[in-house]
């Protein structure tokens, strides 16, 4: 989901077209990386949408993108002692799962969209076509695409960014040095 900043002075929705700003000392403070700037509609004023990493501020504006929320989620699942991992598709969403050792798999979570274990919500209901779908794990990264699609044969199509043993190669190589800070 799409959510559009207030205007601070109007209290509208404000619209134009999002554009890339620099944020201030105080969101870099804050954990902003980077900074969406957008125009309200009805003063013209420029509206800040910062885009908060750090979960107290996150929780404090309650402004954030899926990113945001999938981060804080898993922050918080992972102090409930709780194995999870972040799930990034290639298009522009990111959501978690979270292992039930009592189902002996998985579970899909979307802190964004309220929902548990409804994998194929995205392709069904949002019309995605995905290529890839990667979940990240403090201890792995695996290639979940199947799991989030139904058509295989489409989706084979879709994944030709490389070969799959090239990909395959990628990602374990890169996790080995992620993972031992080669």
């Known amino acids: 989901m799409h959510i559009q900043p207030l205007c ?14 620099n944020p201030t000392k105080d969101e870099k403070a804050d954990g902003a990386r980077r900074v969406e700037m957008y125009e309200c509609s009805q003063c013209k004023d420029e509206v800040r949408f910062p885009r908060f990493n750090n979960p107290i501020k996150l929780l404090e504006t309650r402004h954030g993108r899926c990113g945001e929320w999938a981060n804080c989620f898993t922050l918080f699942c992972r102090a409930a002692g709780l194995d999870t991992r972040s799930v990034i598709d290639n298009l522009d969403h990111v959501w978690v799962e979270i292992w039930a050792d009592e189902l002996g798999r998985w579970i ?23 290529a890839y779908v990667f979940a990240f794990a403090k201890d792995h990264v695996a290639d979940v695409t199947w799991r989030y699609t139904f058509n295989r044969k489409l989706t084979t199509k879709r994944r030709n960014k490389c ?5 395959f190669n990628f990602l374990t190589v890169s996790f080995f040095h992620i993972l031992f800070h080669i």
């Open 8 to 21: 601070t002075k109007c209290n509208i929705k404000a619209t134009a077209t999002q554009k890339p700003g």
């Open 108 to 130: 899909h979570c979307d802190p964004c969209e309220n929902v548990i274990d409804t994998p194929p919500m995205y392709e069904s209901g949002w019309n995605k076509k995905y």
């Open 163 to 167: 070969r799959p043993a090239v990909l």
